[in-house]
């Protein structure tokens, strides 16, 4: 059986991005894979964050994932923080992976760029995302394509470690979607959708209402001519609407294009808002009861125990592996 690892960081509210290129994907692995699903509050303070605010978008980002499907009587839903074994094998693999690595992780140098501040842990970041796969035997990760380099360096170090002290980790494999996989900003098709997009337009909050949806759908930029037809060079605005419509209501681009030929783009954005607002109500109304439930942080408090004890066997035997003195009672 497939044992899987995800998270998403509670950096703000989620996007239309984060759900079709991953939770979406998540909501189908649990029912035939071992899944475990994180809020990654650790990876989110490698930039500042207002702590009334992480502590509300913790919370937040635990009643998505519910309200988006995951069934924590099939998968371990947890906040990073509450297993400290991430921390500790984040530090153990900082020191496994090279400086020169880091150096070049694009995310790294997007982030980076032009910053007054860059704290040590958004250089060292990937090596703690590294610790959440490897901590948990993960074979499987879900995850849209701007985390394949992050996936590509977990392997390295699985790699390498094994080959240092020995078969410890499995060595994972990443799963990203061909379609949905990169989802565009709705002002800047040649830019990803981003949750911490600072104009609000060029994203699809999971939490915005239906209104407010329509709304900037119909203001999403377009390409010249009036054609609903797809071709990333050509026409990147309406090939990232077609995505999100396509995979909003189960059709093929091919379909798509039928459906639309010859009518413009006014008929268009308005199925593809009906697609959206369909797709995002009902999780909207999950969500509030949710948040609102005893249950959400007890459902934590159980998927944190779980993953602690399935992490700690592998925290174990790497620290013997490196050669640690064991602490005897
Ligand atoms: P994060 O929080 O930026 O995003 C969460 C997930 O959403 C995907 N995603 C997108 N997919 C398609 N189109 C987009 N525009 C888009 N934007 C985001 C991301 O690829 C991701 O799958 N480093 C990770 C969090 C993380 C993690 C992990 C992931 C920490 N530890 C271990 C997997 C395994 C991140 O920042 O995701």
New binding site residues.
């Given amino acids: 059986m497939q044992r899987v ?5 509670p ?1 703000g509210t989620i ?1 239309i ?2 759900y ?3 939770i979406r994907n998540f909501v189908q692995l649990q029912h035939t894979a071992e899944c475990l699903f ?1 809020v ?1 509050d650790m ?1 989110a303070i490698t930039v500042p964050q207002d702590p009334q605010q992480l502590y509300q978008r913790t919370r937040e980002l635990a009643a998505l994932y519910l309200a988006c499907g995951i069934d924590p009587q099939k998968a371990i839903l947890f906040v990073q923080s509450h297993v400290p074994a991430h921390a500790e094998l984040g530090w153990l693999l900082q020191c496994m992976i090279y400086y020169g690595e880091l150096g070049r992780m694009t995310q790294f140098k997007d982030k980076s760029e032009q910053k007054d501040v860059v704290t040590a842990g958004l250089f060292t970041y990937p090596a703690l ?1 590294a610790a ?2 490897l901590l948990y035997q993960t074979t499987l ?1 879900p ?5 394949k380099q ?1 996936l590509e360096l977990t392997r390295d170090v699985a790699i390498r470690f094994n080959r240092r002290y020995g078969e410890t980790f499995i060595v994972p494999e990443a799963m990203i979607p061909k379609m ?5 900003s709705l002002e800047n098709p040649l830019k ?4 911490s997009d600072e104009s609000p337009n060029a994203t699809l909050y999971l939490l915005d209402p239906p209104e407010v949806l329509r709304k900037k759908i119909s203001r999403a930029v377009t390409d010249s001519g009036r054609e609903v037809r797809y071709n990333e060079e050509e026409k990147p605005a309406v090939s990232n609407l077609m995505t999100i419509y396509a995979l909003c209501t189960g059709k093929s681009l091919q379909e798509v294009e039928e459906e639309f030929a010859g009518q413009g783009y006014g008929p268009f954005k308005q199925a593809i808002a009906d697609a959206v607002v369909s797709v995002f109500e009902p999780i909207q109304q999950r969500y509030h009861e949710w948040l609102e439930s005893p249950d959400l942080e007890k459902t934590l408090a159980d998927g944190a125990e779980k993953a602690e004890k399935l992490a700690s066997v592998t925290l174990e035997q790497v620290k013997e592996q490196i050669g640690f003195l064991p602490r005897r009672a």
């Fill in positions: 690892f995800s998270g998403i960081q950096s996007t991005g984060n079709l290129g991953a994180c990654v990876h995302m959440d796969i990760v995850v849209g394509e701007d985390q992050h949905g996989g990169r989802i565009m990803k959708m981003s949750k």
